[in-house]
């Protein structure tokens, strides 16, 4: 489970939402959250934090409609 986001690996938003599946798939999960907007810089990176690790990892994300 992912219990943070961020725009950077040092700081991060708690995350109290839980990712559901995406048309029945349970591979794909879709997780909506809110983040500060505009993010800090051109296509940043966004970073998550899961539940029980100390260190952020880069996420590869859809950002879907807008």
């Not at 296509?43 to 880069?58: D, H, Q």
């Amino acid at each position: 489970m992912i219990a943070k986001v961020g725009w950077d690996q040092d700081n991060g938003i708690p995350v109290t939402a839980l990712a559901m599946p995406v048309g029945g798939d349970s591979r794909k999960q879709s997780l909506q959250i809110a983040l500060p907007w505009p993010s800090p810089t051109p296509r940043a990176n966004l970073w998550i934090w899961f539940r029980g690790e100390t260190a952020a990892r880069e996420a590869k994300v859809h950002l879907g409609d807008r």
